[in-house]
T-cell receptor, first 115, second 113 residues
Framework: NAGVTQTPKFRVLKTGQSMTLLCAQD?????MYWYRQDPGMGLRLIHY???????AKGEVPDGYNVSRLKKQNFLLGLESAAPSQTSVYFC??????????????FGDGTRLSIL | QQQVKQSPQSLIVQKGGISIINCAYE??????FPWYQQFPGKGPALLIA?????SEKKEGRFTISFNKSAKQFSLHIMDSQPGDSATYFC????????????FGTGTRLLVSP
């Protein structure tokens, strides 16, 4: 039972490069989320998806794009990486709010450094 | 705009002691208050959660106390153990179709042996 799997675990990019972070979940969850975690800032929601083919902006969406072509996968893209995007990125998934208070299940994160 | 304020930033407690972490919120529409625990190199995991219709919820050594009038809630860890050393995040959300969690800034707890 893998839960939420994020790849890669670590990555170093140069300013202006692009990359895609992959998140996969095997719990048949409807909802998926991308967060970034920065020291002293907690977790901030970047984008989220309430189902296959749908995405929406969270609290800090600028500079990121997402896609959810399959229910189990949620991709986070950086088109032109900036040093301000150096962070730890977490993907999470959960059942829909049809079951109130469902926990969000997190992956172990991707540590991304932009030089 | 931070909607959930968490304190302290860090906490050192002796083994067997009580750890207390506090959170305050502004939005009275919040109706779900979870606490997440995060170990180094891992993602956060749900520890315990409460709704505003109760003032306290206990699960083992972990207790949430909730004060609706003061818009505050806290996590108490009784008989703290070195294995409890982790970062703890409080959060809050409204059940308005999509349950978007607003997280506090986190408290790094160290339980000394």
């Amino acid at each position: 039972n893998a839960g939420v799997t994020q790849t890669p675990k670590f990555r170093v990019l140069k300013t202006g490069q692009s990359m895609t972070l992959l998140c996969a979940q095997d719990m048949n969850h409807e909802y998926m989320y991308w967060y970034r975690q920065d020291p002293g800032m907690g977790l901030r929601l970047i984008h989220y998806s309430v189902g296959e083919g749908t995405t929406a902006k969270g609290e800090v969406p600028d500079g990121y794009n997402v896609s959810r072509l399959k229910k189990q996968n949620f991709l986070l893209g950086l088109e032109s990486a900036a040093p301000s995007q150096t962070s730890v990125y977490f993907c999470a998934s959960s059942y829909s709010t049809g079951r109130r208070g469902q926990p969000q299940h997190f992956g172990d994160g991707t540590r991304l450094s932009i030089l | 705009q931070q909607q959930v304020k968490q304190s302290p930033q860090s906490l050192i407690v002796q083994k067997g002691g009580i750890s207390i972490i506090n959170c305050a919120y502004e939005n009275t529409a919040f109706d779900y208050f979870p606490w997440y625990q995060q170990f180094p190199g891992k993602g956060p995991a749900l520890l315990i959660a409460i709704r505003p219709d109760v003032s306290e919820k206990k699960e083992g050594r972990f207790t949430i106390s909730f004060n609706k009038s003061a818009k505050q809630f806290s996590l108490h860890i009784m008989d703290s153990q070195p294995g409890d050393s982790a970062t703890y995040f409080c959060a809050a959300s409204m059940n308005t179709g999509f349950q978007k969690l607003v997280f506090g800034t986190g408290t790094r707890l160290l339980v000394s042996p």
